[in-house]
């Protein structure tokens, strides 16, 4: 079992940044890679960034965040971070983070993740 608790996330202008941090605890951090998602209100649940287990610069981006969002993580600190800068309106949703078997390397689909957790609302106002 492995929890995850995601922290950071606020109200902020278009244009401005935040970050976000996933603690984990229970199972080996580095056992898992690790992913964020998003979720709108009735819409589905979208793959955002993802790292592979040791975050060795092995690192996958939706489209729409690329070149803005930076993924991230500190095995020492058990820890997954996402940078965001140059937020948009559209970036506004509840983000999870999540983790997957170490072995998928770099899983972007909602299926290959085994725990999840609660959610952390961003919200970019325009």
């Known amino acids: 079992q492995v929890q995850l608790v995601e922290s950071g996330g606020g109200l902020v202008q278009a244009g401005g940044s935040l970050r976000l941090s996933c603690a984990a605890s229970?199972?080996?951090?580095?056992?898992?890679?690790m992913g964020w998602f998003r979720q709108d209100p009735g819409k589905e649940r979208e793959f955002v960034a993802a790292?592979?287990?040791?975050?060795?610069?092995?690192?996958s981006y939706a489209d729409s965040v690329k070149g803005r969002f930076t993924i991230s993580r500190d095995n020492g600190k058990n820890t997954v971070y996402l940078q965001m800068i140059s937020l948009k309106p559209e970036d506004t949703a509840v983000y999870y983070c999540?983790?997957?078997?170490?072995?998928?390397?770099?899983?972007?689909?909602?299926?290959?993740?085994?725990?999840w957790g609660q959610g952390t609302q961003v919200t970019v106002s325009s």
């Open positions: 999540a983790a997957a078997p170490a072995s998928l390397w770099l899983p972007t689909r909602r299926y290959e993740y085994d725990y």
């Open positions: 229970g199972r080996t951090f580095s056992s898992y890679a």
């Open positions: 790292c592979n287990w040791n975050g060795g610069g092995a690192t």
